[in-house]
């Protein structure tokens, strides 16, 4: 009970102290209208931020939205099986796009149909490939849907080679041909 004779004896001696003074007429309304126009004031000012947060809110679920998205979209390809398959499918990349750039370059009027005909075959084995991929994706990295990706980059380069290899032959015959002829 030390506090409460503590805290008596505190009031009494400050008994006389005490400001008991009526406050001036109209000072509480006085009082409102300051708090009023401070109010508006400090909503006028941090107005804008409300609708920015809002804005900026929009724009982050947006871009999770999107990475979500394109993150579930994303197909499984033979690089995204390990580090080896990735070099050994940017191997076979660099090595299909190098032959096809030698078939064209032996494009011609005598070998179109040729380079014609292996463009479509080159598409159907690409589209297979797209096949796989899912299948691979579905599979959780199937030991023989890798393998049968490896085979489809091997069967599109050697059809690549082959055909380069008869228009190479095509152009060596009528070459011998034309030589004969004179």
């Keep these: 009970m030390k506090k409460k004779d503590t805290i008596e004896t505190l009031f009494k001696n400050l008994e006389g102290s005490f400001d008991v003074h009526e406050t001036p007429t109209g000072h509480q ?3 409102l209208e300051r708090i009023q126009t401070a109010e508006k004031v400090s909503e006028k000012k941090n107005n804008w931020w409300r609708p920015l947060s809002i804005a900026a809110s929009f724009l982050v679920l947006i871009a999770l939205g999107m990475s979500f ?16 398959m ?3 499918q940017s191997f076979f990349t660099a090595a299909i796009k190098k032959e096809l750039q030698t078939l064209k370059s032996h494009d011609s ?4 149909a040729l380079v014609k005909d292996a463009i479509q075959q080159l598409t159907i084995l690409e589209q297979e490939y797209e096949t796989l991929k899912q299948d691979l994706t579905e599979s959780g990295n199937d030991k023989r849907v890798i393998y049968a990706m490896i085979t489809n980059f091997q069967n599109r380069i050697d059809l690549l080679q ?3 290899e008869t228009i190479e032959e095509v152009k060596t015959l009528n070459t011998n041909k034309d030589e004969i002829i004179l």
């Excluded at 009027?109 to 179109?112: G, L, N, P, S, V």
């Design 109 to 112: 009027a005598e070998t179109q």
């Design 69 to 84: 998205f394109n993150a579930n979209e994303t197909k499984n390809d033979l690089a995204s099986v390990s580090p080896e």
């Design 162 to 164: 082959n055909v380069i």
């Design 29 to 31: 309304s006085r009082f």
């Design 86 to 88: 990735e070099k050994t």
